[in-house]
């Protein structure tokens, strides 16, 4: 009766996740890194004439965290919470925020699409399109890191 076992160790259904404010900053500064890995990677061994129809599957995986991107931004997570770097118009501005995550899902979903189709010149294209929407979210709703130099802001990859 291994089946009743297991649905009695199951925790109620109204059990909720509990996860720290700090939890889910470092969660979603995780996340930013391994797909700036990610994007990097694609452009570099693009560049050096590797067969870009590998790229789909990562690429696919941009999309995925674009589209979680939103909800990994809760109310209570902004400016004092952990080491966050997020704005707070983030929360006052958020139709425009989700905007420009859907922007980003976007880009990367026609890189993928590209990808698949074997189309460097139009991976290339939607790839810097996808950097501009990194760029774009990033100068309004990510501050810039303490001591940085104003000019630094722009870079994605800038700390
Ligand atoms: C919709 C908005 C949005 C998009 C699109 C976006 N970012 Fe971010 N990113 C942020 C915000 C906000 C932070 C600050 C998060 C924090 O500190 O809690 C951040 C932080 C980062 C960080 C720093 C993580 C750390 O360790 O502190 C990197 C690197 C990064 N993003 C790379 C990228 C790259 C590369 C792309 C595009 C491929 C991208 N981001 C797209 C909003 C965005």
Redesign the pocket.
Known sequence: MTLVACAQNRPPASASVRMSRADV?GI???G??V??GD?MMIRLAAEKGADIRRFERPARS?AQW?AA??GM?PAG?GPGTA?????VE?WSNRAD?EQ??A??RAA?TRMADAAAANNMAEGARQWDA??R??N???DS??AQPANAPAAATSA??R?
């Open positions: 900053v979603r500064q995780a930013m890194r797909a700036e994007f941009l674009a991107l939103p931004f997570t080491n966050t770097r997020a704005r983030i925020f420009k995550a922007d980003f990367v996808a950097w929407s990194c774009a979210c990033h709703y990510r994605p990859h700390r």
